[in-house]
């Protein structure tokens, strides 16, 4: 047979032709490439989705487009430049269960978005909407690539890629995963999902270097942008880890936790009777409780270094996905700040919006108080949560650990102790409208005002002591202010019981990027 001649290219059969071209998309094809990016720690977009999903499971679409830049380039150098317009997408099994993933491939100019590119994400984010597919986005990448002059552009702002991965938030679990630079468009996909993975190395920002400095904003090395240090501390990046692999790993776990599992191990109990320090004023740990209350190995904190003074948390128990907030007493007391408040109130969204219930962990002094608190608008920001929780429709069980004080226990547990399917109590916590001394304080003003300096203040040690009797959970549940006092040891098993009695309804609302 002789060959053919097709699109100015010689080629030998139709069959031969397409796996020359199928080859030329592969990481084999660009062995220098690959070892630079080896050389720097990082992995290839093929890598990570091979990593990512089950074997043999990836169904990939637009395998064989190229970069739109015909009139600049001939296509045979287009298709040894621009394999898949660098973009790697299809549909693949993670466990066993349907996943879609898409990655920008930072091997073809710089991870940018080709035109080509974005009517593949289109394509593929059309069936994520039919399939409900949950979704997982490799970002890394320099934003609109401005050189694919095969389309009469003028804005570009007619792209509808934005607009198709926003609108599935509430849809389907959006995971966005970040390494090296990130800038653009691309960080505007990471930003936009709804749990943000990053590793270390990773910088992201709404513009570029180039970017900055044609506007005239000065000149900036790409890690000075938006390094993950300051991601991570200021709520944008929602998991940081040291590299892809670890990336991927999480990815995986959270997606296991989502499709919920009938494989589990419970943690020892008993300890949970020692977790809390002797003096009630001490600052502890919540993690390892949280821990302890979940499947073995399956939390996975969220926003960790944003707002510490309240953690939130991913986990399963009895295998089935469970989120946690709770007051962590190590930070401000465990005091409801204004972060705290946006922290708990986007988790509560997301948990609610993908039928995830919700474990509540309450040992606060209330709502941050006083002119400093006043100015972060914290009355605001605090009030996130409570709009939060009184709009979902998953199931919260409310657990009192220690102290259970003002406006900012009633956040925790949706608005009141009667929000939750169940409240309850560890022994010897204590709950009341305001802190045991200020109440003091403020009640018995007068006649404290009457006693000399020395004298009012073992008063108010008296009277405080006398009150914490009063405000035991023992006496909250005897007038039946909540449902019950148990013991520590047997939380993990209440929460069992009452998840498997109380629907858990996706509500499939978005999900707030904040």
Same mark, same amino acid.
């Given at each position: 047979?002789?060959?053919? %001649?097709?699109?100015?290219?010689?080629a030998?059969?139709?069959?031969?032709?397409?796996?020359?071209?199928?080859?030329?998309?592969?990481? &084999?094809?660009?062995?220098?490439?690959?070892?630079?990016?080896?050389?720097?720690?990082?992995?290839?977009?093929?890598?990570?989705?091979? *990593?990512?999903?089950?074997?043999?499971?990836?169904?990939?679409?637009?395998?064989?487009?190229?970069?739109?830049?015909?009139?600049?380039?001939?296509?045979?150098?287009?298709?040894?430049?621009?394999p898949?317009?660098?973009?790697?997408?299809?549909?693949?099994?993670v &466990?066993g269960?349907?996943?879609?993933?898409?990655?920008?491939?930072?091997?073809?100019?710089?991870?940018?978005?080709?035109?080509?590119?974005?009517?593949?994400?289109?394509?593929l984010?059309?069936?994520?909407?039919?399939?409900?597919?949950?979704?997982? #986005?490799?970002?890394?990448?320099? =934003?609109?690539?401005?050189?694919?002059? $095969?389309?009469?552009?003028?804005?570009?702002?007619?792209?509808?890629?934005?607009?198709?991965?926003?609108?599935?938030?509430?849809?389907?679990?959006?995971?966005?995963?970040?390494?090296?630079?990130?800038? +653009?468009?691309?960080?505007?996909?990471?930003?936009?999902?709804?749990?943000?993975?990053?590793?270390? *190395?990773?910088?992201?920002?709404?513009?570029?270097? &180039?970017?900055?400095?044609?506007? =005239?904003l000065?000149?900036?090395? @790409?890690?000075?942008?938006?390094?993950?240090?300051?991601?991570?501390?200021?709520?944008?990046? *929602?998991?940081?880890?040291?590299?892809e692999?670890?990336?991927? +790993?999480?990815?995986?776990?959270?997606?296991?936790?989502?499709?919920?599992?009938?494989?589990?191990?419970a943690?020892? %109990?008993?300890?949970?009777?020692?977790?809390?320090?002797?003096r009630?004023?001490?600052?502890?740990?919540?993690?390892?409780?949280?821990?302890?209350?979940? *499947?073995?190995?399956?939390?996975?904190?969220?926003?960790? =270094?944003?707002? @510490?003074?309240?953690?939130?948390?991913?986990?399963?128990?009895?295998? %089935?996905?469970?989120?946690?907030?709770?007051?962590?007493?190590?930070?401000?007391?465990?005091?409801?700040?204004?972060?705290?408040?946006?922290?708990?109130?986007?988790?509560?969204?997301?948990?609610?919006?993908?039928?995830?219930?919700?474990?509540?962990?309450?040992?606060?002094?209330?709502?941050?108080?006083?002119?400093?608190?006043e100015?972060?608008?914290?009355?605001?920001?605090?009030?996130?949560l409570?709009?939060?929780?009184?709009?979902?429709?998953?199931?919260?069980?409310?657990?009192?650990?220690?102290?259970?004080?003002?406006?900012?226990?009633?956040?925790?547990?949706?608005?009141?102790?009667?929000?939750?399917?169940?409240?309850v109590?560890? @022994?010897?916590?204590?709950?009341?409208?305001?802190?045991?001394?200020?109440?003091?304080?403020?009640?018995?003003?007068?006649?404290?005002?009457?006693?000399?300096?020395?004298?009012?203040? %073992?008063?108010?040690?008296?009277?405080?002591?006398?009150?914490?009797?009063?405000?035991?959970?023992?006496?909250?549940?005897?007038? #039946?202010?909540?449902?019950?006092?148990?013991?520590?040891?047997?939380?993990?098993?209440?929460?069992?019981?009452?998840?498997?009695?109380?629907?858990?309804?996706?509500?499939?609302?978005?999900? $707030?990027?904040?």
């Open positions: 047979m002789s060959p053919r %001649q097709h699109n100015g290219l010689m030998d059969d139709p069959l031969t032709e397409l796996t020359r071209r199928r080859a030329l998309a592969e990481d &084999a094809a660009r062995p220098e490439k690959v070892a630079r990016r080896h050389a720097r720690g990082a992995r290839t977009a093929r890598e990570n989705i091979a *990593d990512l999903l089950d074997d043999a499971t990836f169904v990939e679409y637009g395998r064989l487009a190229s970069a739109a830049q015909e009139r600049r380039l001939g296509i045979d150098e287009l298709l040894q430049t621009s898949a317009d660098g973009l790697v997408g299809g549909i693949g099994q &466990a269960r349907s996943v879609a993933v898409l990655s920008y491939d930072y091997l073809v100019m710089a991870g940018t978005q080709g035109i080509r590119g974005h009517h593949k994400s289109d394509r984010l059309g069936l994520v909407e039919r399939l409900r597919t949950p979704t997982v #986005f490799f970002a890394e990448g320099g =934003g609109g690539r401005p050189s694919d002059t $095969d389309y009469p552009v003028v804005s570009a702002l007619d792209v509808r890629t934005f607009t198709l991965w926003a609108g599935l938030s509430g849809v389907v679990p959006r995971i966005a995963i970040v390494a090296g630079r990130c800038f +653009a468009g691309n960080a505007v996909i990471a930003a936009s999902s709804d749990i943000l993975i990053a590793t270390r *190395d990773a910088t992201l920002g709404v513009a570029g270097p &180039a970017m900055i400095a044609g506007a =005239g000065g000149d900036y090395p @790409p890690e000075d942008i938006g390094p993950s240090s300051m991601m991570a501390s200021n709520g944008v990046i *929602d998991v940081l880890v040291d590299d692999a670890e990336a991927v +790993a999480v990815a995986r776990k959270l997606l296991g936790l989502l499709a919920g599992s009938p494989r589990w191990e943690p020892d %109990q008993a300890v949970l009777r020692t977790a809390l320090p002797e009630e004023r001490t600052p502890y740990d919540v993690r390892p409780i949280i821990e302890t209350l979940a *499947d073995v190995d399956s939390v996975v904190f969220l926003r960790s =270094g944003f707002a @510490p003074e309240l953690v939130t948390a991913l986990a399963a128990i009895e295998g %089935q996905a469970v989120g946690f907030i709770a007051n962590q007493t190590m930070h401000m007391a465990g005091s409801i700040t204004a972060d705290a408040g946006d922290k708990a109130a986007r988790f509560v969204q997301f948990c609610d919006a993908f039928g995830i219930p919700l474990v509540s962990l309450v040992d606060t002094g209330g709502i941050m108080a006083g002119p400093d608190a100015r972060t608008g914290i009355l605001r920001h605090a009030s996130r409570l709009v939060a929780t009184a709009r979902m429709t998953v199931p919260m069980v409310g657990v009192v650990l220690r102290r259970g004080y003002g406006l900012g226990a009633q956040a925790m547990l949706g608005g009141s102790t009667r929000e939750p399917a169940m409240t109590a560890w @022994p010897g916590a204590h709950m009341g409208p305001m802190g045991l001394e200020g109440a003091v304080r403020l009640a018995m003003g007068k006649e404290l005002d009457a006693l000399p300096p020395a004298e009012r203040e %073992q008063r108010v040690r008296d009277l405080t002591a006398a009150y914490r009797t009063h405000v035991d959970a023992l006496n909250v549940a005897r007038v #039946f202010e909540i449902d019950d006092v148990i013991d520590p040891a047997s939380t993990r098993a209440t929460i069992a019981s009452v998840l498997s009695w109380v629907p858990s309804v996706p509500s499939g609302r978005p999900v $707030d990027t904040w």
